[in-house]
């Protein structure tokens, strides 16, 4: 699960990492009131108007913007609230954004990256570091990879002050900003562990410019990303709490709620599957053929005909959708469930596209004789021997459509 940089940046001001004040709106008419109480609370007309989505590289699209006024605030609200967002990290047509965050701004003298997430390569959770950081870091990554150093962090004892003081004299960090820059690694390692988190992530770490009250700059953070485990959602209620349903995709929600796996993907051709291997092996197979998955809908051995006939629903809910491939290997789940839910589909939706069935195992007669008596209502049904053979006609039968439309 994600959540939006507002809400991350509410889980930093838990841990104790500092952060310029800043607050969430929903509205243009919400900007101008705002601006001028976050300028009022940080004693500076400089603001930053940031969209809220979950995908990175706004400050290049456009969606981050500083603000030195009420009218400049409500500008750029109503920019980002009536354009969508494209980014490397959205969709090609963009995000559309519903929230914003208005924040004090500040002067940056420096910016730096810090995160924390799981090393596969060595079984441990690691602190990521960089004085590279800002908009460029993937650049920084792919082009100058010394540039990043990685400090890693015993499962047992977690983040040890001496690592992180090491980190931050190698990051350059002189005088005051050493402590500063220390306890917000700690903190962040802290909430990484805490918080059940896959990523914890700070870019950038800021020094501010050198003024009177703090002859040294001030070490904040200005934006914020963290990632969770969705397996243990279940141990953090503030967590779960600020999901939100709006950034995730609609039919994958509608999966959900009914215990379905779905996985949006860019093809089209919907797979319903039990299980995710044979999801994996079915998906594969389908590529190998020359055709390409439009979602990985695993039901599970478990579901009901009336989920089994939802997952029906959503995947030819989908315009992308050009053919279905049924490929059940029923173990738990029965085929004449599954046969029983085609036919209350084809009934309530209609297959308009070709349907490709491919049924094996527990009750695979009854399912058959179900399927058979409702020929002559599903015209676009075909069934198949097994895998292979389901992918080719299924694959055939779109590319066959694709040529005549
Ligand atoms: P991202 O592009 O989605 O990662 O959004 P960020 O919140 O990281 O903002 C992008 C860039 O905007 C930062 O790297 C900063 O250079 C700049 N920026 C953001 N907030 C401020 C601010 O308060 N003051 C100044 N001067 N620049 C800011
Ligand atoms: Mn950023």
Sequence with gaps: MKVHEFQARELLIDAGVPVPPGR???????????YKAIAAEAGTTLAVVKAQVHAGGRGKAGFVKLVN???EATEAARFMLTHKMVSPQTPPDGLEVAKLLIAAGVDIAKEYYLAITT??????NVLIASAEGGVEI????????DAILKEPIHPLMGLQP???RRVAFQLGFVGKQVNQAVKIMLALSDAYQRLDCSLAEINPLIVTTKNDSHPDGQALAIDAKFNFDDNALFRQKKVAGMFDPAEENPMELRAQRI???YIALDGDIGCLVNGAGLAMSTMDIIKHHGGEPANFLDV?????????????????SDDNVKGVLVNIFGGIMRCDVIAQAIVNAAKEVGFDVPLVVRLEGTNVEEGRRILDAAKGDI???????????????????VASTRQTS
């Design 24 to 34: 969430m709106i929903e509205s243009i008419e919400d900007a101008a009131g705002v």
């Design 69 to 71: 006024s009420p009218d």
């Design 119 to 124: 090393d596969r390569a060595t079984r441990r």
């Design 138 to 145: 993937e650049k920084v990554a792919a082009e100058n990879p």
């Design 162 to 164: 001496h690592q992180a």
């Design 259 to 261: 215990g379905l796996n």
């Design 300 to 316: 599970g051995g478990s579901a009901t005909e009336e989920a089994v006939t939802e997952a029906f629903r959503i995947i030819l």
């Design 379 to 397: 015209p676009t049904m075909q069934s198949a021997t097994d895998l292979g053979d389901a992918a080719k006609k299924v694959t055939d039968a």
